[in-house]
């Protein structure tokens, strides 16, 4: 029981500290996610690895303590959000602003909720170990959310298309973690298929 609302915990936390990527890209533009994403591999990777623990690292290792798993502190803590933000460093470099958009959305959105669906209500399990509740639960809540900024068709097929990456990655191997290959392999399928992908107008009418 324990494992599990950490599980969930993680995923509540997933979801929102990446779509709060989403307001300085919004504001700043896209590099402003570059700039965030290289300081989490230049300034944190080196606190995670080395274990530098002072005044100026305490709030990292507060975070470690509520949401990350044990076995992860034991080899690398927050190594899956190291994975996330070269993921983030490589599309914000190589895509525009709408593709990111939807590369952050998806990463949020598909991994948070397949899980935590998944967690609760998962009874047929793939071989692999995901089960079809989760797999079903984020292509509808991932739909949901990226319809918001994009034709709900192409929401669907990038949905369904995040599902069999999300089913074919393995969170064991750091790069073939789906926080790195969903928003890359996302912004990729989303630039072949030419989303007409622009920013929210509505929210710069509040700016």
């Known amino acids: ?17 990446i779509l709060s990527l989403l307001l300085p890209l919004y504001m700043l533009g896209k590099y402003s996610v570059t700039i965030i994403m290289f300081f989490m591999v230049a300034f944190l990777f080196p606190v995670s690895f080395f274990r530098i623990k002072n005044v100026f690292t ?38 525009d602003e709408g593709i990111l958009q939807i590369c952050i959305i998806s990463t949020a959105v598909y991994d948070g909720f397949a ?32 319809s918001m900024v994009i034709p709900v068709e192409y929401a669907f097929i990038i ?23 969903i928003p890359v392999f996302t912004g990729l399928f989303s630039w072949f298929l030419d989303v ?3 920013l929210p107008q509505f929210f710069f009418s509040f700016l």
Do not use: C
Not at 6 to 11: C, Q, V, Y
Not at 126 to 135: D, R, V
């Open 196 to 198: 007409p992908a622009e």
């Open 115 to 146: 899980t935590i669906i998944g967690l609760l209500t998962g009874k047929h399990k793939f071989p692999w170990g995901k089960s079809l509740e989760g797999t079903l639960g984020g292509i509808l809540f991932n739909t949901l959310a990226l």
């Open 159 to 181: 949905s369904l298309f995040v599902a069999v990456v999300e089913n074919l990655s393995r969170s064991d191997v750091w790069f073939l973690d789906d926080n790195l290959l």
């Open 58 to 95: 305490l709030w990292f290792w507060k975070i470690i303590d509520l949401v990350e798993r044990k076995e992860n502190i034991k080899v690398l803590p927050a190594r899956q959000a190291f994975s996330l933000a070269v993921g983030f460093l490589i599309t914000s470099l190589v895509f």
């Open 1 to 17: 029981m324990s494992n599990l609302r950490l599980e969930i915990k993680r995923k509540i936390f997933h979801i929102f500290s």
